[in-house]
């Protein structure tokens, strides 16, 4: 079952979902109308805060708690504010997001509020070795957390290897491998990687890395980890062939073998997405732009989500007929 927008008089996407404290609590970026021109860096998406919603239920309305945090408030920050995370420990709740500092370089960075609507305060500086977007964070059965991040074009993951700029900052031909999301455990703190970030390698049926050219599953953005039946869940965006795709592994950091498409694609050039279990069942967030009908102005919805006996995840299609 698709469910409707969860609002449409609010832009929200990117939507990151949580069960805190009995709820679910929404965690999306906030598209505007900046009146910026479409370009393949993204300079359209040019989201400026964030609004937490929650759901006493999953058929509930989505209650919007106002503007948790601001880019304006953030020391560092230049501009875009994109898709966040948020995690709990300890009595704090932690808010994980991409900005770019003041010399246009996405980096990702921490806040932190005692509840989980915010509002959330940030550090003063970035992460140390933080680059490029989607930072998801994934919380193991032993109480270690993980973040995923990274996106290609706009998101400059293509600017970096082995954690550290390069001069040319292009992709990968076609025939080589491509390039992988990253992984770090995090500090205890929750503030910094706890170690040196890691690529996340996704493998084809033969056990081969999945190629830069091979644009229908290789990584593009859009990090997400969940876990299944003992089965780690790793789930992300194809980028320019608009699917949510998901890769199976036995440990947080893999190698993931590439199991399928989750969602096909939907109206508007980004999909992005998010999994969770609440009250014995799971469901897929994700946005689209039929509201709008603008790429830079997507709204959030939510289906049903199913995993079948063999470990597959069934395709959502949605039907805007």
Known sequence: MIRDHLTKDLFIADPAVHVFNGKLYIYPSHDFEAGIPEDDLGSHFAMEDYHIFSMDDIDAEAKDHGVALHVKDISWAGRQLWDSDAAYKKGKYYLYFPVKDKTDIFRIGVAISDKPEGPFIPE???????????????????????????????????????????????????DEPALCAK???????????????????????????L???DNDRRFFEASWMH??????????????????????????????????????????WTTHHSVVEFKGKWYLFFHDSAVSGKTWLRSARYADLNHLPDGSIETITVDYK
């Open 124 to 174: 003063p500086f970035p992460m140390l070795g933080s680059y490029s977007i989607d930072p998801c964070v994934f919380e193991d059965e032993d109480g270690k957390h993980y973040m995923y991040f990274g996106g290609i074009w706009g998101g400059q993951l293509q600017r970096y290897r082995n954690n550290k700029a390069i001069e040319c900052g292009q992709l990968p031909a076609d």
């Open 227 to 268: 876990k299944y039946n003992g089965k780690y869940y790793f789930t992300y965006s194809t980028g320019d062939t608009h699917k949510i795709c998901y890769a199976t592994g036995d440990n947080p950091y893999g190698p993931f073998t590439y199991g399928g498409v989750i969602l096909n694609p939907v109206v508007g």
């Open 211 to 213: 190629k830069a050219g």
């Open 183 to 209: 992984v770090a455990a995090l500090s205890d703190d929750m503030l910094q990687f706890g170690e040196e970030p890691k690529n996340l390698v996704i493998l084809d049926e033969n056990g081969e890395p």
